[in-house]
C-alpha cells in the first residue's frame, strides 16, 4: 500500500474513515423474489461517510481532507480524481490491490432506499499505513471504519485540544472504540438503540451522555435529540419533500464539523447541520446532494427555523 507523500497544507476538517463507489438506481418499488426491474434512473459517484462529510465541507468553503483508503482500480482512480476536483487534500489517501468498496443504492419513489455494500477482501488500515506527524487539523470527523488509526488520532487530538466528532451510524468495533474518546458524539437512532438497548431515543440520550460531553441523536424526518453541557433539548426537522436520504446522514456531520470549526454557537451548529442535511436529501445520490455554503445560506433563510424544545430528565 502507498500513501501519498505530498507535504500537508492546514486544513479546517480532517474526515478519516470510509470510502466507496457508489451505483445508484432509481426503482418504482422493492423488487419482490425472482422479479426483474429497470431502473428509471441511474447515476455513480464516489461516497462513504467520511468522504462524503469531506467534499460536504470543501463545498461549503472550508479547507477538507480526508483519511483512508482507495484500491488502485478504477473506481478508486474516479473517486480520488472526483475528491481532488472538489478541492479536498488527499495526502492522506493510501492506494493498494485490494478493491475500492462498492455500493448498489436502490432509491423507491418516496425517497427511501436500500444499500448493498461490497468490500471483498478490503480489510481496514493498519496502524501505521498512515503518518499524521505534520498534522494541522482544526477539527476532525470519525466515521469509525478505520479504528486502528482512528483511535491512536483521537487521543492525539485531545492532547492537541483539537475537538473531534464521532459519525456513529451503528455500532462495531471502530464506532465501540471511538464513543467515549471524541468530544461530540453524533450519532443515529440505529446506533443509540444498538449501543443502549434501549427503544426510547431519550433513554439512549441519557445512557450516551454518560459517555461522551456532548451527543445528539438524529431522528430522520423526526428531528433530532441532543444533550450538551448539562442542558437537553430536541430540534424538529425541516419539512421538506425527500427524492432520496442517502447521505443525508454524511452531509449532517460534515456540516457539524464544519460549524463546530467555525465557531457557531451550539444552536446554529445544529440548524446548520440540519439544513445540510435536508437538502441532501432533495437530490438522487449522496454526492450530488452535498449543498454548498450558498445553497445552506440560503435555505436558512427561505425556512423558519424549527422550533426547539426543552426536554426534560435528569442531567449529568
Not at 121 to 141: G, H, K, M, W
Request: charged share 15%.
Amino acid at each position: 500500500m502507498t500513501q501519498n507523500t505530498q507535504t500537508a497544507e492546514p486544513v479546517d476538517v480532517l474526515c478519516v474513515g470510509h470510502a466507496s463507489y457508489d451505483l445508484i438506481f432509481s426503482i418504482p418499488h422493492h423488487p419482490a423474489s425472482d422479479e426483474k426491474l429497470f431502473a428509471q434512473d441511474f447515476c455513480a459517484f464516489g461516497g462513504g461517510p467520511a468522504a462524503n462529510a469531506a467534499v460536504l465541507v470543501a463545498r461549503l468553503g472550508l479547507k477538507a481532507a480526508f483519511a483512508g483508503y482507495l484500491g488502485d482500480d478504477l473506481y478508486g482512480d474516479r473517486h480520488l480524481a472526483e475528491l481532488q476536483a472538489e478541492g479536498v487534500q488527499t495526502r492522506w489517501v493510501v492506494r493498494g490491490p485490494a478493491p475500492t468498496p462498492l455500493s448498489a443504492i436502490l432509491v423507491k419513489p418516496d425517497g427511501s432506499r436500500s444499500l448493498i455494500n461490497y468490500k471483498g477482501q478490503t480489510e481496514p488500515l493498519p496502524s501505521e499505513a498512515l503518518v499524521f506527524d505534520d498534522l494541522n487539523a482544526r477539527t476532525i470527523l470519525f466515521d469509525g471504519h478505520e479504528p486502528a488509526i482512528s483511535v491512536a488520532l483521537a487521543l492525539r487530538a485531545r492532547a492537541l485540544g483539537i475537538p473531534t466528532v464521532l459519525d456513529a451510524g451503528s455500532l462495531h468495533a471502530g464506532t465501540q472504540a471511538l464513543m467515549g474518546r471524541v468530544d461530540y458524539l453524533v450519532a443515529s437512532e440505529k446506533f443509540a438503540a444498538q449501543f443502549s438497548g434501549a427503544a426510547d431515543p431519550q433513554a439512549a440520550l441519557w445512557r450516551l451522555s454518560e459517555i461522551a460531553p456532548a451527543v445528539v441523536i438524529t431522528l430522520g424526518e423526526r428531528g433530532l435529540i441532543w444533550h450538551q453541557n448539562g442542558r437537553s433539548g430536541a430540534l424538529a426537522a425541516y419539512p421538506i419533500h425527500a427524492t432520496d436520504t442517502t447521505g443525508a446522514g454524511d452531509a449532517f456531520h460534515g456540516a457539524f464539523a464544519a460549524a463546530l470549526c467555525e465557531g457557531m454557537g451550539w444552536r446554529e451548529i445544529l440548524l446548520t447541520a440540519s439544513a445540510a442535511g435536508a437538502l441532501c436529501c432533495t437530490h438522487t445520490g449522496a454526492r450530488p446532494g452535498m449543498p454548498t455554503a450558498i445553497e445552506v445560506a440560503n435555505f436558512l433563510e427561505r425556512f423558519a427555523a424549527p422550533p426547539e424544545n426543552a426536554v426534560q430528565g435528569r442531567s449529568s
